[in-house]
């Protein structure tokens, strides 16, 4: 008699909990929540605050800080340049608009301009070559209206590579000026 009242009580249980597990997710209310809002819902933080960015990836306004906005100019921060050379190409154009503009509206924010280079060249060339890369990019901020104090430019050469491939596709990624907030 112990075994079937056990065994009746095990399904019973087990019984309860799948049907718990299946049943349509519900708000305080008591009204079922849709399919779209659920993902929010798994977004929540521990303590139920929610900290999620989903609403700028729907075109929605950004609430953040415009640097962490993923869809605004700001979250390019790497300006790439072509062989053996300092001129900003004209597809970043936009980008370093949008960093002058930050800058220029926010005096207290400072900006470190890394300047790198591939391998190919010397050490010296290439460590003149990416300074030169950041000032291109100084430059032009400045003639947007970025104060100079905001800016420092350094210059690492072919010293920290992005890519250590030995493709051109690799070397390209490493002509590069970074950002760095």
Not at 7 to 21: D, F, K, P, Q, R
Request: glycine share 8%; net charge negative.
């Amino acid at each position: 008699m112990k075994k079937v009242l056990s065994l009746s009580a095990t399904i019973t249980l087990s019984l309860l909990l799948m049907i718990g597990c299946s049943s349509t997710p519900t708000t305080e209310g008591g009204a079922e929540v849709s399919e779209q809002s659920t993902g929010a819902a798994s977004e929540m933080g521990a303590e139920g605050s929610e900290a999620s960015t989903s609403a700028a990836s729907q075109g929605e306004e950004w609430y953040g800080d415009p640097l962490e906005n993923p869809n605004s100019l700001l979250a390019t921060r790497v300006i790439y340049f072509d062989y053996d050379q300092s001129v900003v190409r004209s597809d970043y154009l936009e980008v370093i608009q949008a960093h002058a503009d930050y800058l220029a509206a926010n005096p207290q924010a400072v900006v470190r301009l890394e300047g790198h280079a591939d391998e190919r060249g010397t050490r010296e060339y290439n460590l003149g070559l990416g300074e030169n890369r950041a000032n291109s990019v100084r430059s032009l901020m400045m003639a947007q209206g970025v104060a100079d104090n905001q800016m420092v430019v350094v210059s690492y050469g072919e010293e920290r590579p992005s890519a250590f491939e030995n493709t051109d596709e690799a070397m390209a990624l490493n002509r590069r000026v970074e950002l760095v907030y």
